[in-house]
């Protein structure tokens, strides 16, 4: 029996700042990655299996018997962002090796979820290797399997594995004609005269699982992996393969099911639980197979839902709707992606050399600052120039997004203007930026072509990037201000920043350092308070500005301990000495707290309009806007019966509390 969780998330990262912004969709967690870390990734590392009294009879690893494999840039953000689900997804194994006479458990994937038969040979090739190089690395072994994103498939990209050393990778039974019977792996040879071995999962069993009710249900799932074939035989070998993301966050406490499953067949001395590698270790394949290409395990039409409008969706189709826009976005990105490439092939001659064998090498160092500037002045032409380093630098990273914005997750879903494909069209904007002299004319092109991509929420593609995706104020001078405003007004704190950026102050000055490349900025930047929680950023760069911000301009990793900073400013000032102490205490949440003092502040304007009494209300209403919360509605009535019996005498004095409040200006 072998069970296989594909575990993946797009990446999440803002591409200037390097950082995950928030989610409002994955609330009441941060974003998708945390919300899915916390529902499936820390569960199936850490399964309940209960007893029949309904206690925990163990804690298990589920991964060190499942065949799995993670995505390279959810595994980097694991070992940031949860490094003990991280670990343990390691340790799953090296116990698994120990366990089936070093064969471990997991598989190899390529670094970005591409689809990989719509790329070009060389782009499957760098996006095979990284995916090899990133394994090493975490697993600390070579991969004998490969898991292909969407089980996408064509003739070259098994040619590109087999050419790796890759021995097996796994398809759903209709990509694959003339299987074995018993489910055991077939052979084939590609147009090149390579071969490798596929495994067809079994597509009943693995549709329960993924989509009926089998997770919820152990018992049933086991008895379905034990169940003969039509004929009444055993098979030699059951295997499945779904969305790891099927346990936890597809079906809360799927784990559990999972656990139980693993539990009862590995209980029975007629059943191996173990892993593909294991299984072509001892059965290897003794018959050719026929590839059905291009195809995949999620698209009846081939690859079509990546690329055309195909009735592949999510949701039912209502009136009006449609998903042509994939096809222009595909079309933008393959044009945007010859242009970019062109340009570093023949900047990156200049400066590296080979600059494909250069982009190649980029895996090895991928994300780390002190390893990629020692990287770029080992392969630079031109060791002494400073420029020429930090060019360098931007070039691979110019490579590194303008594959990255072929993630599948853009196409997957059913309009364009959702998370996934915003993000993709983050990627490609980072990639134009990069560009150099050329990136208003790449920006341009992209855009004549995301005219196109109508989209059922924005008017277009186009608009879409404009209004969403591009970023209106540049990523250094936002990241300057944000520090800058840190060391003002919250001196003796630590700044956290951003991952992308590092900053130095020197007096009204600040000069911030793209990590990745070197690339230096300067900026004067000055801090005013406006009173209240007002804060008014003027940033002026050697090359332009000065322009104006709010804390709302500044990066998330800026903005929040300045939010909580005032804060608690506003708590010290405006709530009583009671409050305080129940909120201390854990009696009260603040937001509760915060909202019955605003209530009362605007109760006492009946006997006191003084403008020491107007700003405490205005002070508690900036405080529940700082904590994300409305305006109370006994606040709002209380002070709208108040306005009616004070009088027009009164109205100059209330106007700024009511607009506070809520109100519309009288006239």
Not at 644 to 667: K, N, S
Request: glycine share 8%; with cysteine; proline share 6%.
């Amino acid at each position: 029996m072998v069970v296989h969780g594909h575990f993946y998330q797009p990446p999440r990262e803002d591409p200037w700042l390097e950082a995950v912004v928030r989610e409002p969709s994955a609330a009441p967690a941060h974003d998708w990655n945390e919300r899915i870390e916390q529902e499936c990734y820390r569960a199936v590392v850490a399964a309940r299996r209960y007893a029949a009294d309904g206690r925990i009879a163990a804690v298990v690893n589920t991964l060190t018997s499942i065949s799995f494999d993670f995505g390279p840039t959810l595994l980097a953000w694991l070992e940031r962002a949860a490094p003990a689900t991280y670990e343990a997804v390691l340790a799953a194994d090296r116990e698994s090796a120990r366990r089936h006479g070093g064969h471990g458990n997991a598989l190899a994937m390529p670094y970005h979820h591409l689809i990989l038969p719509l790329a070009s040979r060389r782009d499957k090739v760098t996006e095979v290797r990284w995916g090899i190089a990133d394994f090493r690395r975490r697993f600390r072994r070579d991969p004998v399997g490969f898991w292909l994103p969407e089980t996408a498939v064509d003739d070259e990209t098994l040619d590109v594995l087999a050419a790796e050393g890759i021995r097996f990778t796994v398809l759903a039974p209709h990509q694959v004609e003339g299987a074995p019977v018993g489910g055991l792996p077939g052979s084939y040879r590609t147009s090149g005269g390579r071969t490798i071995a596929l495994f067809p999962y079994d597509g009943a069993i693995a549709n329960e699982v993924a989509f009926g009710g089998l997770v919820r249900d152990g018992n049933l799932w086991a008895q379905r992996m034990l169940a003969p074939d039509a004929a009444g035989a055993r098979r030699p070998l059951v295997a499945i393969a779904t969305d790891g993301e099927t346990w936890g966050h597809h079906h809360p406490f799927g784990e559990v099911g999972l656990a139980w499953m693993l539990h009862l067949l590995e209980s029975r001395s007629d059943v191996r639980v173990e892993n593909f590698a294991a299984v072509l270790a001892r059965r290897p394949p003794d018959r050719e197979v026929r590839l059905v290409a291009p195809s995949s395990w999620s698209c009846p039409h081939g690859v079509e839902r990546w690329r055309s409008d195909c009735s592949c969706r999510i949701a039912p189709e209502p009136a009006g709707r449609h998903t042509r826009w994939r096809a222009a976005l595909r079309e933008g990105l393959d044009w945007l992606a010859g242009e970019l490439h062109a340009r570093f092939e023949l900047e990156g001659a200049q400066l590296l050399g080979d600059p494909w064998e250069a982009r190649e090498g980029y895996a090895q160092v991928e994300g780390d600052p002190a390893q990629i500037e020692r990287f770029v002045k080992r392969r630079l032409r031109s060791k002494r120039h400073a420029a020429a380093r930090v060019r360098a630098a931007e070039l691979l990273e110019l490579e590194w997004n303008a594959l990255a914005m072929f993630t599948s997750c853009g196409w997957f879903f059913d309009d364009i203007s959702g998370i996934e494909a915003q993000q993709v069209l983050r990627y490609a904007a980072r990639a134009i930026e990069l560009a150099g002299p050329d990136a208003r004319f790449l920006e341009a092109g992209l855009l004549e072509r995301l005219a196109r991509a109508e989209s059922s929420r924005e008017a277009s593609g186009r608009d879409l990037y404009l209004t969403h995706v591009k970023p209106k104020l540049p990523a250094a001078g936002r990241v300057a201000a944000g520090h800058a405003a840190a060391r003002r007004l919250t001196p003796r704190a630590e700044i956290p920043g951003v991952p992308g950026y590092r900053a130095r102050q020197r007096g009204g000055r600040v000069t911030v350092v793209r990590r990745r490349t070197g690339r230096e900025h300067t900026f004067s930047v000055g801090v005013e308070r406006l009173g209240g929680t007002a804060v008014a950023l003027v940033v002026a760069g050697d090359s332009g500005g000065p322009t104006r911000l709010g804390l709302d301009d500044l990066p998330e990793g800026y903005r929040m301990p300045l939010v909580a900073a005032l804060q608690a400013e506003l708590v010290e000032r405006r709530l009583s000495g009671v409050d305080r102490a129940r909120l201390a205490a854990g009696e009260a949440e603040l937001p509760r707290l915060a909202a019955l003092a605003l209530t009362r502040a605007v109760a006492a304007l009946a006997g006191d309009r003084s403008a020491k009494a107007i700003a405490a209300v205005c002070d508690l209403a900036d405080l529940l806007e700082l904590l994300e919360q409305h305006i109370p509605f006994d606040a709002q009535t209380t002070f709208a019966r108040l306005r009616a019996d004070a009088g027009p005498g009164a109205a100059a004095a209330l106007a700024v509390v009511g607009h506070r409040l809520g109100f519309a200006r009288e006239t």
